[in-house]
């Protein structure tokens, strides 16, 4: 049902009104969901249930949350990381509205490929801002696609605060990292490493040996299920100097 609601939308109305009114065209659909037994972190509303998706993510209907962007957002306000400057590569639109909102808080909001809704275009393996200049860094889902993903983790520890805190998480397999630079073609990424654009797929250890490397000090954490937030078992890693 959400799928084809969302198709028809799509379809009636251009991608800069969308995101514009997102909020909007979600709340009619979100009402069908309203309820108590479960509640969005971001948005606040209470439901009876998140939407779930095949591929095992829940969605919440009103801001359009998934069960990382949810739990993220959850961990920032009670940690009180949400002030100062902060750098967040391709944001969601949920949390992205959360986060530019929020006047305690300098938002550096930056997607490369203008893929997601985002002020800045900064190239994550050079930069374009001073050393030590941010007290957070969000970097969730983006390792996976940069080449050079060691250059791009020599960035982030060039531009974190000393006292910054950098959260990164990734998709991961058991084992060691698995990665083949001859592997070019979108429906052989794809068939090895998950998706079209992914190439590689990071171990935990593996991507925590290879943050430690460029001189990060790491804390692995992982998460477990809840139902009443929509929040799955999930693993991030937070990295200071």
């Given at each position: 049902?959400?799928?084809s609601?969302?198709?028809?939308?799509?379809?009636?109305?251009?991608?800069?009104?969308?995101?514009k009114?997102?909020l909007l065209?979600?709340?009619?659909f979100?009402?069908?969901y309203?309820g108590s037994?479960?509640q969005?972190?971001i948005?606040?509303?209470?439901?009876r249930t998140?939407i779930?998706f095949?591929d095992?993510?829940?969605?919440c209907?009103?801001?359009g949350?998934?069960s990382?962007?949810?739990?993220?957002?959850?961990?920032?306000?009670?940690?009180d990381?949400?002030?100062?400057t902060?750098l967040?590569f391709s944001p969601s639109r949920?949390?992205?509205?959360?986060?530019k909102?929020?006047?305690?808080?300098?938002y550096?909001?930056?997607d490369?490929?203008n893929?997601f809704?985002?002020d800045?275009k900064?190239?994550?393996?050079?930069?374009?801002?001073?050393?030590?200049?941010f007290?957070?860094?969000?970097?969730f889902?983006?390792l996976?696609?940069?080449d050079?993903?060691?250059?791009?983790?020599?960035?982030?520890?060039?531009?974190?605060k000393?006292?910054?805190?950098?959260?990164?998480?990734?998709?991961f397999?058991?084992g060691?990292?698995?990665?083949d630079?001859?592997i070019k073609?979108?429906e052989k990424?794809l068939?090895?490493f998950?998706q079209?654009d992914?190439?590689r797929?990071?171990?935990i250890e593996?991507l925590?040996?290879?943050l430690?490397?460029?001189?990060?000090k790491?804390?692995?954490?992982?998460?477990?299920?809840?139902?009443?937030?929509g929040?799955?078992?999930e693993?991030?890693?937070v990295?200071k100097?």
């Open positions: 049902m959400y799928k609601f969302k198709a028809l939308i799509q379809k009636l109305f251009p991608k800069k009104i969308l995101h009114n997102e065209f979600r709340y009619p979100g009402l069908f309203k037994s479960c969005c972190t948005c606040n509303n209470k439901l998140f779930n095949e095992k993510d829940l969605l209907p009103f801001c949350s998934l990382r962007t949810r739990r993220l957002y959850d961990e920032l306000l009670k940690n990381l949400i002030k100062g902060v967040h949920a949390i992205y509205r959360k986060l909102a929020n006047i305690s808080a300098e550096y909001s930056t490369f490929t893929a809704l985002a800045y900064f190239d994550i393996t050079n930069i374009d801002q001073a050393n030590n200049k007290d957070l860094i969000l970097c889902h983006i996976e696609h940069i050079d993903d060691t250059k791009a983790m020599q960035e982030l520890y060039r531009v974190l000393q006292s910054g805190s950098c959260y990164i998480q990734t998709p397999k058991n060691d990292i698995y990665e630079a001859t073609l979108p990424r068939e090895h998950g079209e992914h190439v797929i990071y171990s593996g925590n040996s290879r430690k490397s460029v001189g990060f790491t804390k692995i954490i992982n998460y477990k299920k809840d139902s009443t937030f929040f799955y078992d693993t991030v890693i990295c100097k």
